[in-house]
């Protein structure tokens, strides 16, 4: 398979919302379509397929096992290609990078609140999930509103870079690892020099890139990133575990006072047969910055489980939502509930 032959297909694949192609010799073509791997009805692509792919890409299959590239084709549109071996099988997992950013208020997101969060100078905002869940999209719409409102500097550190921005009242940088730095903490401390005004991080992955986002949140930055997790207080917990026992007590304090907020999302399949987004979000303010000093993680977790509390929400109450309103099926719903039993006493209205 060439390149122009990979262009033309992948034309056709948009057109179906596939939102990732994965490509192996031996196998058919497979698309991943609203969270779904699906195979196409196609003859399995051949060794020379993907030896010309790989070759087209500037990769010699013979001489090396993996290489990741960025390419633009000839209708204008950029693909994230990696290249990698399975079993000794040539392979190739490829990603179209979008231009068109999706608005804000179509995510179905407690978007008064996050743009509230937006509005602060500086702090730490985090955007959590599994693997799969939209934060990339929610980091992009989050930073494209601000776009239109803040006359001022972006900077993006990402791996790989999933969104192209185009500048409206804000300035973009968009930085990418491997292309155009090598890791997150080196680029982050150049970062620091480049005037920004806010700065987007791909994942905190590290101790050390959680303390420079910390510190840039200090300094008065606004700074967006995220974290692979299942809730609100797995994701401070986790990040508090980032940090060395030795310097803990420093880190959270720092924490506590930088944090503005965290979301955490869950993308469900809707009884339409597209996904529906399930999230759950904890303003910083208060006493859980006390909290979250403390690592009184327990204490967290039962307020975010209060009723009515304001700018507050936890998963489940997101889910019977999406369940009442008839988007999402039972089974879909129990099963994606942090606690099933949970989930089948609020329905049957059990406190």
Not at 6 to 21: F, G, H, I, K, Y
Not at 179 to 195: G, K, V
Not at 263 to 286: S, V, W
Request: charged share 20%.
């Amino acid at each position: 398979m060439t390149l122009p032959e990979l262009e033309t297909l992948m034309t056709q694949w948009l057109a179906s919302d596939a939102t990732d192609v994965l490509l192996s010799e031996g196998q058919t073509i497979r698309l991943r379509i609203n969270g779904e791997l699906l195979p196409l009805e196609s003859p399995p692509l051949s060794h020379a397929d993907l030896s010309a792919l790989w070759q087209a890409c500037g990769t010699h299959p013979e001489q090396e096992e993996e290489r990741d590239i960025r390419h633009l084709t000839a209708s204008g549109i950029y693909l994230r290609i990696n290249l990698y071996r399975a079993m000794g099988r040539l392979c190739a997992a490829i990603r179209p990078i979008k231009n068109e950013i999706p608005p804000l208020d179509s995510l179905g997101l407690p978007c008064p609140i996050l743009r509230s969060w937006t509005q602060r100078r500086s702090g730490l905002i985090l955007v959590t999930g599994a693997t799969g869940a939209g934060k990339s999209t929610t980091l992009a719409s989050l930073l494209d509103d601000l776009n239109h409102s803040l006359n001022g500097h972006i900077i993006t550190l990402e791996d790989p870079i999933e969104y192209l921005f185009k500048n409206h009242q804000s300035y973009f940088s968009q930085r990418e690892l491997n292309s155009d730095t090598q890791d997150f903490s080196t680029a982050l401390r150049a970062a620091l020099r480049q005037n920004p005004d806010v700065i987007m991080i791909g994942e905190i992955r590290d101790e050390e890139s959680a303390l420079l986002a910390l510190r840039a949140a200090e300094t008065g930055h606004l700074v967006l990133s995220t974290l692979h997790s299942s809730g609100v207080v797995e994701s401070i917990e986790r990040l508090c575990n980032l940090f060395p026992k030795g310097s803990r007590s420093t880190s959270l304090m720092l924490l506590s006072r930088q944090l503005i907020g965290v979301i955490t999302q869950n993308l469900l399949p809707g009884i339409d047969g597209h996904l529906k987004l399930a999230c759950e979000y904890l303003e910083n303010d208060g006493a859980t910055r006390n909290w979250i000093r403390e690592g009184k993680h327990r204490e967290l977790t039962d307020f975010l489980l209060r009723p009515q509390q304001a700018n507050t929400r936890d998963m489940l109450s997101s889910i019977i939502e999406l369940y009442q309103k008839g988007t999402i099926s039972e089974e879909t719903a129990r099963q994606s509930s942090p606690t099933p039993s949970d989930f089948d006493r609020q329905v049957r209205g059990i406190s």
